[in-house]
Nanobody
Framework: QVQLVESGGDSVQPGGSLRLSCAAS????????RGWYRQAPGKERELVAT???????NYADSVKGRFTISGDNAKNTVYLQMNSLKPEDTAVYYC???????????????WGQGTQVTVSS
């Protein structure tokens, strides 16, 4: 089985910074895509950022220039550095991975349990 465990969520003031981490554990052959999504109260879950195995990244327009996604392949860990946080960034942030557990067989999507980020003065 595979588990994604997030950490780093907290309450911060506007303009502050946070760094989220997500470690994947279990039987993992290859992680093809890792990313972060978020869901604010009363809203649908939305993409924040993704990083593929080759290192290419993709960001939602609302976070470009403020958030940076990175990965440590040796540790099966993905990070989200969030700077210049705004109240509208308040949400539960979910880690995501599309990975293969074995060299044969399909890739599957996995999700973390979520970590709360609150930006408020």
């Amino acid at each position: 089985q595979v588990q994604l465990v997030e950490s780093g969520g907290d309450s911060v003031q506007p303009g502050g910074s946070l760094r989220l981490s997500c470690a994947a554990s279990g039987t993992i052959f290859r992680i093809d895509v890792r990313g972060w999504y978020r869901q604010a109260p009363g809203k649908e879950r939305e993409l924040v950022a993704t990083i593929i195995s080759g290192g290419n990244t993709n960001y939602a327009d609302s976070v470009k220039g403020r958030f940076t996604i990175s990965g440590d392949n040796a540790k099966n860990t993905v990070y989200l550095q969030m700077n210049s946080l705004k109240p509208e960034d308040t949400a539960v942030y979910y880690c995501y991975a599309n990975l293969r557990q074995f060299s044969t067989g399909p890739s599957r999507n996995y999700w973390g349990q979520g970590t709360q980020v609150t930006v408020s003065s």
